[in-house]
């Protein structure tokens, strides 16, 4: 479809900086002196300023209304007072923000002063996302967070004072040393707090992160050997599931929970494939071809990319990144393995409209296939994961891939 004159953006900043590094992490983060911080803002803005124009060239669609934003990271709130100003300030001058938007921002417990805190409600944000992890001291410190469940428990009054209550708190299920009843302390924990918004992650661990190395080399610094083995961590899972369901946070994509009317309006952006501008390290991008484009007559596309995640060359040398047209081929795999990530699943006769019957005919196969191995259910016109789906997600979604590369094409820097 043609990118519509109404439709809204999303912006995502990534701000990289962090106080010490999580022993599972593989993001593009770290722990980088605080000169840094000004310059790489100065960064985002400019970059910021620069999209227009190169979206204009480009034929990619940018809306000029905004209605949802994200700090991540890294840790966003350890940005000044005067930087956290500086960057919502270059927002409002290059968009306009919608009176109701959703202005989320990732902190670490422990690590928002009150000069933050202060500049944070200033600028308008209205939801803060905590990265708690574990309620258990002992495992929050073994994976490198630097937080007791005290600290959470008194930053949450804190938010709440400061008229921020859209609260999310996330939770990792498989932290070395954890167990099954340590685990459901943690998701207990969250509910006595009256959490009106919950991630729960399964541990999945990286290769390239500390922990991951450790477990392949056989060492035991970052506790690797205490890992909960796979069928725990998915006992975990469940039972969460389970606990917050009668806690009343409803499931509503596969590590999404939410009282009503309190759903990630930015995250759904992303399994809905609603535009969005990525802004900073590591950050992602995807908007639709402009309706002024030479090739509007013909199926829409779309346009994807990703910054760099070194950070020295995001600093230094600015460059475009490698962008990536997606045909309607590629935008209807995607439309199944995002749209299968959320509970309510995927609308058939949605995507006929906007693909046509041969190209969904072909993922009929494909639904018909995992509803008899138990992966999904399917009533002619809703496919959604079923509960063993949403544990093998990955294998799932792999089924909606073709192994063709050819109608993915690069676009000109």
Not at 145 to 170: F, P, W
Not at 256 to 273: D, E, V
Request: aromatic residues 8%; contains cysteine.
């Amino acid at each position: 479809m043609a990118a519509s004159a109404s439709e809204q953006l999303g912006i995502y900043v990534s701000i990289p900086f962090c106080r010490s590094k999580c022993t599972y992490c593989n993001f593009a983060s770290g722990v980088y002196p605080a000169g840094e911080h000004a310059r790489y803002i100065q960064r985002l803005i400019d970059e910021m300023r620069g999209a227009r124009q190169w979206s204009e060239n480009l034929h990619a669609d940018l809306p000029a209304r905004v209605d949802t934003i994200y700090l991540g990271g890294g840790t966003p709130s350890l940005l000044e007072p005067d930087l956290i100003a500086k960057l919502f300030a270059a927002i409002h001058g290059e968009f306009t923000v919608e009176s109701d938007a959703e202005i989320t921002v990732e902190c670490a417990p422990g690590q928002i002063s009150d000069t933050t805190l202060a500049a944070l409600a200033k600028a308008g944000v209205t939801r803060i996302s905590l990265g708690v992890q574990s309620f258990i001291d002992r495992e929050a410190q073994q994976s490198g967070r630097l937080h007791s469940r005290a600290v959470v428990l008194e930053d949450l009054k804190r938010l709440r004072s400061a008229g921020i209550t859209n609260l999310n708190i996330d939770l990792i299920a498989g932290l070395a040393g954890q167990t099954f009843a340590s685990w459901q302390e943690s998701v207990a924990t969250l509910v006595e707090a009256n959490i009106p918004h919950a991630s729960i992650y399964m541990l999945e661990v990286d290769d390239e992160s500390r922990l991951g190395r450790e477990l392949l080399a056989g060492g035991a610094r970052y506790h690797a050997g205490l890992v909960p083995s796979d069928d725990t961590i998915a006992r975990m899972y469940e039972s969460a599931i389970d606990s917050l369901a009668v806690a009343g946070l409803a499931q509503y994509e596969i590590s999404n929970f939410a009282r009503p009317g309190c759903k990630s309006r930015h995250n759904l952006r992303y399994w809905q494939r609603r535009p969005y501008l990525g802004l900073g390290l590591d950050a992602s991008s995807m908007l639709r071809e402009s309706v002024e484009s030479p090739n509007s007559a013909s199926p829409a596309h779309v346009l994807r990319f990703t910054n760099t995640d070194d950070l020295k060359a995001y600093l230094e040398v600015p460059q475009p990144p490698e962008m990536a047209w997606l045909s309607p081929a590629r935008q209807h795999e995607e439309a199944w393995f995002l749209g299968l990530r959320l509970n309510g699943g995927v609308s058939v006769s949605a995507l006929r409209q906007e693909f046509g019957n041969q190209m969904v005919a072909r993922a009929l196969e494909v639904v018909g296939l995992l509803t008899d191995r138990g992966m999904l259910t399917f009533d002619g016109e809703t496919a959604q994961l079923t509960a063993q789906g949403r544990m093998l997600s990955n294998e799932v979604f792999q089924e909606f891939l073709e192994s063709a590369t050819s109608d993915l094409t690069v676009a000109a820097h």
